[in-house]
T-cell receptor, first 116, second 114 residues
Framework: AQKVTQAQTEISVVEKEDVTLDCVYE???????LFWYKQPPSGELVFLIR??????QNEISGRYSWNFQKSTSSFNFTITASQVVDSAVYFC?????????????FGTGTLLAVQP | ETGVTQSPTHLIKTRGQQVTLRCSSQ?????VSWYQQALGQGPQFIFQ???????GRGNFPPRFSGLQFPNYSSELNVNALELDDSALYLC?????????????FGPGTRLTVL
């Protein structure tokens, strides 16, 4: 079975705090891709990052960083020094298998509220 | 701005009616995928079209159907609407259907079924 679990339904932080959003995935395929998307109130999904299963290097992009650990099937997302503009729903997603498919399997999302 | 547009923005229908939702992909993008996002849930894959042919389908009944046109526009049709069809419907376009092909999402159409 292929599945993405985001156990945190809602997180509320005060501006400038660091926050980590958890993502656990399940797949039996050895080739897979993991994603994070941001969904602001406007509804449009905004792509943040893609990692493939063969690249476990962590990545940092400005205030955003991602920790990919195959041993625990996790792909966590950290926002450093959060800002009000970071308030949104964040989705972790999976594409499983190495074929010609880009069907995304999404988690249920984490609503992040950053208070001023 | 992703260059993907959807219409209408909002729609209200009654149970049993039929609805057509529209998506305009980025020029040159041969693949369009449709997702249903119920309130408080993640998007669920409905189906995908590549060069006007269905290229994969999720766990949705046949009353959900689609079309893709040569001008990079596409439609999602839903017949015999049910209350549970109330959701945000998102389309996403990409060059092809490989995992490395980034998908660009539209803003969605919010459908309410009464």
């Amino acid at each position: 079975a292929q599945k993405v679990t985001q156990a945190q339904t809602e997180i509320s932080v005060v501006e400038k705090e660091d926050v980590t959003l958890d993502c656990v995935y399940e797949t039996r395929d050895t080739t897979y891709y993991l994603f994070w998307y941001k969904q602001p109130p406007s509804g449009e999904l905004v792509f943040l990052i893609r990692r493939n299963s063969f690249d476990e290097q962590n990545e940092i992009s400005g205030r955003y960083s991602w920790n990919f650990q195959k041993s625990t099937s996790s792909f966590n997302f950290t926002i450093t020094a959060s800002q009000v503009v970071d308030s949104a729903v964040y989705f972790c997603a999976l594409i499983s298998g190495g074929g010609a498919t880009n069907k995304l399997i999404f988690g249920t999302g984490t609503l992040l509220a950053v208070q001023p | 701005e992703t260059g993907v547009t959807q219409s209408p923005t909002h729609l209200i229908k009654t149970r049993g009616q039929q609805v057509t939702l529209r998506c305009s992909s980025q020029s040159g993008h041969n693949t369009v995928s449709w997702y249903q996002q119920a309130l408080g849930q993640g998007p669920q894959f409905i189906f995908q079209y590549y060069r006007e042919e269905e290229n994969g389908r999720g766990n949705f009944p046949p009353r959900f159907s689609g079309l893709q046109f040569p001008n990079y526009s596409s439609e999602l049709n839903v017949n015999a609407l049910e209350l549970d069809d109330s959701a945000l419907y998102l389309c996403a376009s990409s060059l092809a259907s490989y995992p490395s092909d980034e998908q660009f999402f539209g803003p969605g159409t919010r459908l309410t079924v009464l």
